[in-house]
Each structure stands twice: as C-alpha cells, then as structure tokens.
C-alpha cells in the first residue's frame, strides 16, 4: 500500500485535512455483479459497515457470502475530513478508516452472519493497525445503523473476547460507532481483489471462532 510516516492518533476536526465539498470520482457499477453501487438498493435491504484492516481482502470476504449480498462497496469513514482520497487517508490525517460497506438482505443472511466474518477475517486485538498494516486507517471498526445493529454488536463482541481471553488474547480494540458518512473510495479501489486476483491482502485472522446466534442473542436481550 501507501508507505509514510504516520501518526497513530485521530487528528481533531481542527486539524484534520480540509477534503472538499464534492464526492471524488468511482466506479457506477459493482465490477462482479454490476448493479449499481451507490444504488438505489431495492426495498426491505439493509446496510452494514465494517473496517478490518486494508479494504482490498476486507471486501473480499463479504461479496464471497453469497446471495444474500446485494452489493459491497470500500470507501472511508470514521474521520474529520469530508470526501477524502486515499491519498490524504493514508497520511493519517483525515482520521477516516478503510471500510466496507455492505447492502445485504436480512431475509437470506443475517446481521449475525456478517459479525462472524468480521471477527472472525482479522485480529480485532491490534489497535490501529492489522499485521504489517500499520496507521488509524486499518484500525477495527463496527459501525451501526441501527440499535438492533448495535446490540448485536456488542453481544457479539462480548463472546469473542471471552474466546479471545480464554486462548491467550488481550482485550479487543474494535470501535462500535454509530454509522458515520460514508465516502466511496476511488474505482480502482472496488472490488480490487477481483480485478487483481493475486494482489495484496494483508488480512489474518487468529483461528479462533466466533459464537453467534442463539448464544448472542441471548446475552444481549439479558444485558450480558
């Protein structure tokens, strides 16, 4: 990727980068699929967002879910700095994350579903960085549309620390945030992987499965 020297802090919006009003150029359609990316998604979808190390092998894992995913898109969010290009995300000073937004259909897979890909597709341990990616960029991220979203979040994160802890890991770093904007990231950046197949990914997980489910669910509606 991108190599500087960077801080490992998330600038204030005071002195984060400035950005600018318009949305910077990407792709209209998804490059598998091609439906629309920034729709409109037909009725009854939901939105999810996630940031789990570099966006290439982090997007990757959710278009390969299968049906029930009606598209993915990466782009950044979580920063000071409006319509950023990843030129200015990498510098570390527009405080953004590399995200994942994904359009799926909770009638064909669950929100659960996709939180067991997410912690189960990365170290959620590391702060801001995921192995050799180093920078608040790559740090992980749940962010949430939704209360429902959010309790399930938690509850989620809740049973993977005690898998965590009971295998020798310390405390999970991953930010659970309202879903902040969304700022598409360049085309060349859409489903990179799938265009590159043999390009970088830096993602790795730790092997250790992530309870979801009844279990989840029940902790979260007893405020576990």
Avoid at 6 to 34: C, M, Q, V, W, Y
């Amino acid at each position: 990727m991108l190599f500087s020297r960077k801080t490992l802090e998330i600038p204030t919006a005071d002195n984060a980068l400035k950005g600018r009003p318009e949305p910077i150029p990407t792709a209209s359609a998804h490059f598998l699929n091609k439906r629309a990316l920034k729709g409109p998604y037909p009725e009854g979808l939901e939105t999810a967002m996630f940031g789990l190390g570099c966006f290439w092998g982090a997007e990757r894992k959710f278009w390969e879910m299968g049906d029930g995913i009606w598209v993915t898109a990466v782009g950044y969010a979580g920063g000071s700095t409006p319509n950023p290009t990843y030129e200015e995300v990498c510098t570390g000073r527009t405080g953004h994350n590399e995200v994942v937004l994904v359009v799926f259909d909770p009638k064909k897979i669950s929100y659960e579903t996709l939180l067991k890909t997410f912690w189960e597709s990365h170290d959620p341990t590391q702060g801001m960085r995921q192995g050799n990616d180093i920078g608040t960029q790559y740090r992980s991220g749940i962010y949430v549309a939704s209360p429902a979203q959010r309790s399930a979040a938690e509850a989620s994160k809740q049973a993977y620390q005690r898998v965590l802890s009971a295998n020798g890991y310390g405390p999970i770093s991953t930010e659970i945030l309202d879903a902040p904007p969304f700022y598409f990231a360049e085309d060349y950046h859409q489903q990179y992987l799938a265009k590159v197949p043999h390009g970088y990914c830096g993602l790795g997980g730790t092997g250790l499965s992530c309870p979801i489910g009844v279990n989840v669910k029940t902790e979260a509606s007893a405020g576990v």
